[in-house]
T-cell receptor
Framework: AQRVTQPEKLLSVFKGAPVELKCNYSYSGSPELFWYVQYSRQRLQLLLRHISRESIKGFTADLNKGETSFHLKKPFAQEEDSAMYYCALSGRRDTGRRALTFGSGTRLQVQP | KAGVTQTPRYLIKTRGQQVTLSCSPI?????VSWYQQTPGQGLQFLFE???????NKGNFPGRFSGRQFSNSRSEMNVSTLELGDSALYLCASSLADIRRDTQYFGPGTRLTVL
């Protein structure tokens, strides 16, 4: 079985402070990990995926297989980063199935 | 390209009724997946369709079903509605290409069961 855990429901930081949204997973094969973001009144959209190893809007995430973690980081938070963030896992590389298993989400609030 | 569209956006039904939700994927996308989002259970996978065939199914009762048409559009049906079926139902489409397999989500259909 696969599982994604986001331990924080809410993370509140001040503008310019570093941000780290935690994500831990449980999966026995070769996972694909994603971060999705949902801004107020907008649809869920992909922020980044571990395979592409790219930085989007200043966010980065490194897959740590030893710690089974995929934490999302940004050195300097901006007010426009306030949103709901979901970590998700896919076992597609092992099973060919695209089903995403989502964490419960973390709401990031960036205060001025 | 136009994004994933879902109709209707809002629905109110009563217990025991059935409902059909529709999803139009991004042009060229052949895979369509459905998810249920509730405050208590979060985002949960319902099923995935590819080339008109169900490829994968989540842990939901048989009252939940779906299908995909030859133009990749998909519908999901919930029969004998229960109060607990009240949720936001999200559809996601992808190219189903091994290198470009990102799932793009629609705005969702909010179903309220009274």
């Amino acid at each position: 079985a696969q599982r994604v855990t986001q331990p924080e429901k809410l993370l509140s930081v001040f503008k310019g402070a570093p941000v780290e949204l935690k994500c831990n997973y449980s999966y026995s094969g070769s996972p694909e990990l994603f971060w999705y973001v949902q801004y107020s009144r907008q649809r869920l959209q992909l922020l980044l995926r571990h395979i592409s190893r790219e930085s989007i809007k200043g966010f980065t995430a490194d897959l740590n297989k030893g710690e089974t973690s995929f934490h999302l980081k940004k050195p300097f938070a901006q007010e426009e980063d306030s949103a709901m963030y979901y970590c998700a896992l896919s076992g597609r590389r092992d099973t060919g199935r695209r089903a995403l298993t989502f964490g419960s989400g973390t709401r990031l609030q960036v205060q001025p | 390209k136009a994004g994933v569209t879902q109709t209707p956006r809002y629905l109110i039904k009563t217990r025991g009724q059935q409902v059909t939700l529709s999803c139009s994927p991004i042009s060229g996308h052949r895979s369509v997946s459905w998810y249920q989002q509730t405050p208590g259970q979060g985002l949960q996978f319902l099923f995935e369709y590819f080339s008109e065939t169900q490829r994968n199914k989540g842990n939901f009762p048989g009252r939940f079903s779906g299908r995909q048409f030859s133009n990749s559009r998909s519908e999901m049906n919930v029969s004998t509605l229960e109060l607990g079926d009240s949720a936001l139902y999200l559809c996601a489409s992808s190219l189903a290409d091994i290198r470009r397999d990102t799932q793009y989500f629609g705005p969702g259909t909010r179903l309220t069961v009274l």
